[in-house]
């Protein structure tokens, strides 16, 4: 009997990481979405944060939301999962930082998070708080997988 409710716990653990894995991919693959669909707006929200150079702008616009949407969709059909969150962690660590500075800072920009323009959110204290409530659950989710990992 016991051997059989440790298999069930194991079971429901992988689902439930199975699912925060998908969800936490699928985030990142919506809210790369409008970037792709309109770089030239999202060229004008990395300038607006005023931290690249303007040579770096543009190419930045191009290839982050790609790099977002091929991490997310990585983690949704469970492939090179461990480098994909590395990714993901360390982009969520970066947008940290530049929102905290922004915030610091006192500007009032379109923070470029999941829309884009008139439909976009400002910069704000919860905003900082999502993206280190995201950093929390993809450094559970990449000790999960170092955890699986390990095991097998």
Known sequence: ??????????????RV???LRAGFGLLFIW?????????AAFAEVIYNYRVLP???IHP??????????????????????????????????IFGAVLGLSLYRGLDIDCGCFS????????????????LVLFGLGLSLMISEYKRR???
């Open 1 to 14: 009997m016991r051997m059989v409710e440790e298999g069930t716990r194991g079971r429901i653990s992988t």
């Open 17 to 19: 990481y199975t699912i």
């Open 31 to 39: 809210a790369s979405w409008d970037k792709i669909q309109n770089p």
């Open 54 to 56: 303007d040579p770096l």
């Open 60 to 93: 930045v616009a191009i290839i982050l939301p790609w790099l977002e949407m091929g991490c997310g969709i990585l983690l949704v059909i469970g492939q090179m999962i461990g480098g994909s969150l590395i990714i993901l962690n360390g982009l969520l660590l």
């Open 116 to 131: 884009l323009g008139a439909r976009g959110e400002r910069v704000a204290w919860q905003t900082l708080l999502r993206d």
């Open 150 to 152: 390990s095991v097998r």
